[in-house]
């Protein structure tokens, strides 16, 4: 079965974005994934093509109408085998790379996209959505978020990476928590007076794994100390 996302949106136009031009969309093309973007206003059923209303208790801004959007995630729910509901916003968990792995070895996705002041609770309670923000920062709609969530899915599914390695080398792959990655060098060795490190051009494949390794470690505890103390015992690192 191909992986299936839906995006659920006011702007569907803004799928797939500008992730037709990388890998993502090339994976699209060869028909490695699917993707639908529907209008939520197609769902509404006055003539007026409502999908929000002020909230109730007062305050700015509007929410979108639970009837409106629960009868969007019927209609791509009714598509296929069952696929876990997203619905996008900074009050749900962060995203991280295991939520990715999870999504992208499923049967797809359904992205709700919220505008306005966000969804009815209601719906999110009834669809039994999971709530999930892209980083603690706000943005304007919940389509940014759902391209970014799609693009870190997609480069996971079979055939979609180039090289095999690079899925399994980078940041956040190892099963002992998440390291940030060591630094790149390529060609030319000297630029603007600026070296590629020795250890690099030695062809001493145990000295370049250690140095990598304690290059990770070090941007790790410097830049995230939040990720660095999760680790599985970092000491433990130092010895492998
Ligand atoms: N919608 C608005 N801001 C968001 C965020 N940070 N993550 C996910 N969806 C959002």
Redo the contacts with the bound molecule.
Sequence with gaps: MTWHATALTLFPEMFPGTLGLSLAGRALREGRWRLDAKQIRDFAADRHRTVDDTPCGGGAGMVMRPDVVDAACAAALAEGPARPLV????R?RL?DQALVRELSAGPGVILV??RYE?LDQRVIEARAMRE???????????????L?LLDACVRLLPGVMGGADSAAEESFSDPRGALLEYPHYTRPVQWQGRAVPEVLLSGHHAAVAKWRREMAEAATRERRPDLWARQAGPQARTQD
């Design positions: 619905y996008l916003t900074p749900g995203l996209c919220g966000g999930v923000s892209v980083g603690d920062f706000v943005l304007s709609g919940g389509e940014p978020a759902a970014l």
